[in-house]
């Protein structure tokens, strides 16, 4: 029923990484296809990103925030482990909303819909906004130049609603292989320390991220496009009927070969990657957001969403955009 998004306001461009790393600007943009990505500042936090992109597609569902009934919020980089939709909750005053994390890193988004469409689906709840929202910046590693190039923050939500009507979610899926999970981490790190004579405690922190970046690549390459095709299979939908590839966007690259698994041409597939570059869960609705914004997708595209990332994990969604617009 609406979708919304919010980004810092500190554009950070590829040369100016090449201050701080040996990269550049050719490399990045014929690698990845980012030319710049967005860095939350010091007045701003992933918390008030979040709030104000679910306040957007609320604004653009025209709800009452009373009748929000569940919050989601897909994130990798909570402001609290404890949670940080709670507080999202309170700053929305969407008193009588129940609000949670999850986590499935990039993929995040994507799962947080389909858990979402789950509890409206059984009736327990009537409206449910999902959020993405990610601050990759604060654990990456800004003197590793393999991957600090190609991380941004941002946040991204939609409303979504039971009309008793069609159901706009047509499939999905949803994969895990744990097995394959040390490609990409954000790990906790293993320090003990002396708590008294006879134990010692562990200390609460993360090491920066890492990943094996061919890895990631020719996992995303290979699964997106089978799970993606089994999903058309079972719904006996042809890739020609499709109005918009949604991907994560984590590589220009990676787009254009799942593109060109099903024909689908340039124009249907959806890439803002030259701006934000990969802000992990939130990559999938500020995609959306700015599409439907800009009168690209109008109401009753058929949309063919993948996200994929850590876990490792990765999901496909079919579904139509019902906007107001
Ligand atoms: O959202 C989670 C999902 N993540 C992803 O989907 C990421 C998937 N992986 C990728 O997108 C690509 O693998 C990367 C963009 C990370 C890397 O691209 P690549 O074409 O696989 O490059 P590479 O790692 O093979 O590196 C090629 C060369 C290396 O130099 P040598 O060994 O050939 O001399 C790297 O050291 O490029 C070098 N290199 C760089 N050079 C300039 C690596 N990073 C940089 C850099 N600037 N930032």
């Known amino acids: 029923m609406g979708c919304g998004s919010a980004t810092p ?7 100016q990484l ?32 979040a709030t104000d992109a679910a ?48 986590t499935a ?14 509890y409206l689906a059984s009736g327990s709840m009537k409206r449910a906004v999902v959020i993405g929202a990610d601050q990759l910046s604060k654990w990456v590693d800004w003197d590793d130049r393999t991957t600090c190039v190609l991380f941004g923050d941002g946040a991204g939500a939609v409303a979504i609603e039971t009309t008793g009507a069609q159901n706009d979610l047509i499939g999905y899926d949803l994969k895990t292989d744990g097995k394959r999970g040390g490609c990409l981490n954000l790990s906790q790190s293993n320090v003990f320390l002396d708590l008294v004579e006879e134990a010692k405690y562990q200390k609460g922190e993360f090491l920066p991220i890492k990943m094996e970046g061919k890895e990631v690549y020719k996992f995303a390459v290979k699964e997106v496009p089978i799970i993606l095709g089994k999903l058309l299979d079972k719904y006996q939908i042809d890739s ?7 991907l994560h966007q984590a590589n220009q690259r990676i787009l254009d070969a799942v593109a060109s698994r099903f024909s689908i041409p340039s124009r249907k597939v959806l890439s803002n990657l030259k701006h934000y570059g990969n802000t992990s ?27 994929f990332g850590a876990g490792l994990s990765w999901g496909a969604a079919l579904f139509y955009w019902h906007g107001p617009y």
């Open 240 to 246: 020609e009927s499709i109005d918009w590839l949604l």
């Open 105 to 118: 890193a990039c993929s995040g988004f994507l799962f947080a819909l389909v858990t979402a469409s789950q």
């Open 9 to 15: 306001q500190k554009i950070i461009i590829n040369d």
């Open 55 to 102: 306040l957007n597609a609320v604004k653009m569902a025209n709800w009452d925030v009373n009748t929000i009934d569940l919050i989601i919020l897909a994130t990798s980089t909570p402001e609290d482990l404890f949670g940080s939709a709670p507080k999202i909750q309170s700053n929305l005053e969407a008193s009588g909303a129940v609000a949670f994390d999850l």
């Open 281 to 307: 869960a939130a990559t999938i609705p500020l995609m959306l957001d700015e599409a439907v914004r800009d009168q690209r997708i109008k109401s009753g595209d058929l949309i063919a969403c993948s996200g």
């Open 18 to 49: 090449g201050q701080r790393v040996d990269t550049n600007d050719e490399w990045i943009q014929s690698r990845t296809g980012i030319g710049e990505r967005r860095i939350i500042g010091e007045s701003e936090s992933l918390v008030d990103l």
